[in-house]
Nanobody, 124 residues
Framework: QVQLVASGGGLVQPGGSLRLSCTASGNIFYINDMGWYRQAPGKQRELVATITSGGSTNYADSVKGRFTISRDNAKNTVSLQMNSLKPEDTAVYYC??????????????????WGQGTQVTVSS
């Protein structure tokens, strides 16, 4: 069974910083892409940033220059460093992993997995 656990959310003033982390565990064979998404009240879930297994990154225009995504392949962890936070960054942040799992000890299966979400609130 695969589980993604996210942490690091909290309350911060505008202009402040937070660092989110997410660790995948379970019967994981290989992790392809990982990423962060967010959902504000009354809004659809949107992409924040992604990172490939090789380290290539992609960011939403709204966070470019302020957020940095990184990963530690040895620990199956993806992080999001958030600087210069704005009130409009307030949302529940979800981590995501596209990965392959062991099946019955002999085969493999691909799938898309999500963490439980962590609340980020930017307010003065």
């Amino acid at each position: 069974q695969v589980q993604l656990v996210a942490s690091g959310g909290g309350l911060v003033q505008p202009g402040g910083s937070l660092r989110l982390s997410c660790t995948a565990s379970g019967n994981i064979f290989y992790i392809n892409d990982m990423g962060w998404y967010r959902q504000a009240p009354g809004k659809q879930r949107e992409l924040v940033a992604t990172i490939t297994s090789g380290g290539s990154t992609n960011y939403a225009d709204s966070v470019k220059g302020r957020f940095t995504i990184s990963r530690d392949n040895a620990k199956n962890t993806v992080s999001l460093q958030m600087n210069s936070l704005k009130p409009e960054d307030t949302a529940v942040y979800y981590c995501n992993a596209d990965l392959w799992t062991y099946e019955n000890g002999v085969g493999y299966a691909g799938g898309d997995y999500w963490g439980q979400g962590t609340q980020v609130t930017v307010s003065s």
